[in-house]
T-cell receptor, first 116, second 112 residues
Framework: DGGITQSPKYLFRKEGQNVTLSCEQNLNHDAMYWYRQDPGQGLRLIYY???????QKGDIAEGYSVSREKKESFPLTVTSAQKNPTAFYLCASSPKGLGVNTDTQYFGPGTRLTVL | GENVEQHPSTLSVQEGDSAVIKCTYS??????FPWYKQELGKRPQLIIDIRSNVGEKKDQRIAVTLNKTAKHFSLHITETQPEDSAVYFCAAGNTGGFKTIFGAGTRLFVKA
């Protein structure tokens, strides 16, 4: 669990402001993911990255942006274009490649974003 | 698009009883089915997973079954304990792919 971290734990933002959520992993995992979790709902995929300098849109990418300049880091920016950004944001990583458990995703502790 | 349906949304059992959570998936290419447990305010944690080349897998009080023909898979928890109370998520993915679809979750209450 300690191998993937997110900061901050709680984040408050005023409407119209961009905000960046941090996600770092020291597990040497190739793939990283960002999910959004709303109360009583499952996890919805925002963006994912298979390798450094490459990322793909998930199901709800509008209003979000990411970068993957380093293998261990996958920051998520919530822009002012995101209509309803208040949610719990979870970052995850997985080893990928060949092997038995290469699909298992390991989650960070999450960031709870509140827009005031 | 692909989806995963999970039932029930809420489940309440007496301590010591069994709990069963069921999921169905739509993508026939799915071949990896993890289950995650999420306690309040914490991260989801993998508790068990199954791949499409087996029909059942067991780990102590937890078991998962898979019916590929019907596209169903289920989580079985026996001898439930209060610490089993949490939200459980099923998911379906494709080995080598990068998209895992999650169910909406089941909130399990185990009454002492």
């Amino acid at each position: 669990d300690g191998g993937i971290t997110q900061s901050p734990k709680y984040l408050f933002r005023k409407e119209g402001q961009n905000v960046t959520l941090s996600c770092e992993q020291n597990l040497n995992h190739d793939a990283m993911y960002w999910y959004r979790q709303d109360p009583g709902q499952g996890l919805r995929l925002i963006y994912y990255s298979q390798i450094v300098n490459d990322f793909q849109k998930g199901d709800i990418a509008e209003g979000y942006s990411v970068s993957r300049e380093k293998k261990e880091s996958f920051p998520l920016t919530v822009t002012s274009a995101q209509k309803n950004p208040t949610a719990f944001y979870l970052c995850a990583s997985s080893p990928k490649g060949l092997g038995v458990n290469t699909d298992t995703q390991y989650f960070g502790p999450g960031t709870r974003l509140t827009v005031l | 698009g692909e989806n995963v349906e999970q039932h029930p949304s809420t489940l309440s059992v007496q301590e010591g009883d069994s709990a069963v959570i069921k999921c169905t998936y739509s993508d026939s290419a799915s071949n990896y089915f993890p289950w995650y447990k999420q306690e309040l305010g914490k991260r989801p944690q993998l508790i068990i997973d199954i791949r499409s080349n087996v029909g059942e897998k067991k780990d102590q009080r937890i078991a998962v079954t898979l019916n590929k023909t019907a596209k169903h898979f289920s989580l079985h928890i026996t001898e439930t304990q209060p610490e089993d109370s949490a939200v459980y998520f099923c998911a379906a993915g494709n080995t080598g792919g990068f998209k895992t679809i999650f169910g909406a979750g089941t909130r399990l209450f185990v009454k002492a």
